[in-house]
């Protein structure tokens, strides 16, 4: 069946919604595109059009036995009643799906593959650190710094004292 969701652009859905039936995607099947399509939402929960537009034999009695006085009618037959103009309930419409856990398992799936992928990178991609970051080098640097006596106003030479040879 097409519907406003396949044909993407409001545009096109514009154009095409001009014409009063549309043909469907196989071909033999015919869409009315005038006819107001039925939505189950929660900011929308009583629809203009009713769940079932076509109706059995059954449920067009049921119709009809629904014109007279509702205190004849049971349970069961109410309940038929309003499935045929709604499909859920407001509490069903709100009532939780376990979506979350789908989600959840795609995330962790992520975090995994991400993992792994770092984990390739220092193994096979990336080399050996660099001999200038081990702590020798680094503390050979910071004296070299302190001797040529690196930005004594505001930088880390102002905490060395000289004269001690050690830190303030």
Same mark, same amino acid.
Request: proline share 4%; with cysteine; net charge positive.
């Given at each position: 069946?097409?519907?406003?969701?396949? &044909?993407?652009?409001?545009?096109?859905?514009?154009?095409?919604?001009?014409?009063?039936?549309?043909?469907?995607?196989?071909?033999?099947? @015919?869409?009315?595109?005038?006819?107001?399509?039925?939505?189950?939402?929660?900011?929308?929960?009583?629809? !203009?059009?009713?769940?079932?537009? !076509?109706?059995?034999?059954?449920?067009?009695? @049921?119709?009809?036995?629904?014109?007279?006085?509702?205190?004849?009618?049971?349970?069961?037959?109410?309940?038929?009643?309003?499935?045929?103009?709604?499909?859920?309930?407001?509490?069903?419409?709100?009532?939780?799906?376990?979506?979350?856990?789908?989600?959840?398992?795609?995330?962790?799936?992520? &975090?995994?593959?991400?993992? &792994? @992928?770092?984990?390739?990178?220092?193994?096979?991609?990336?080399?050996?650190?660099?001999?200038?970051?081990?702590?020798?080098?680094?503390?050979?640097?910071?004296?070299?710094?302190?001797?040529?006596?690196?930005?004594?106003?505001?930088?880390?030479?102002?905490?060395? !004292?000289?004269?001690?040879?050690?830190?303030?």
């Amino acid at each position: 069946m097409l519907c406003r969701a396949a &044909l993407g652009r409001v545009g096109l859905w514009r154009g095409l919604c001009s014409s009063s039936r549309l043909q469907g995607q196989t071909g033999s099947e @015919l869409v009315d595109c005038t006819v107001t399509p039925y939505l189950c939402r929660l900011d929308t929960p009583l629809s !203009d059009v009713p769940y079932e537009r !076509d109706l059995t034999n059954e449920q067009r009695a @049921l119709k009809e036995k629904e014109k007279g006085d509702w205190g004849k009618l049971t349970k069961e037959e109410k309940l038929a009643l309003y499935r045929l103009a709604h499909q859920h309930s407001y509490c069903e419409m709100r009532q939780g799906s376990s979506e979350w856990k789908t989600v959840l398992g795609g995330v962790f799936f992520m &975090l995994g593959f991400s993992g &792994l @992928l770092v984990w390739w990178q220092r193994v096979y991609v990336f080399g050996e650190v660099p001999h200038t970051l081990s702590p020798e080098w680094i503390e050979k640097q910071t004296q070299r710094m302190i001797d040529m006596q690196v930005n004594p106003v505001q930088g880390f030479s102002v905490y060395w !004292d000289y004269e001690k040879k050690q830190w303030k």
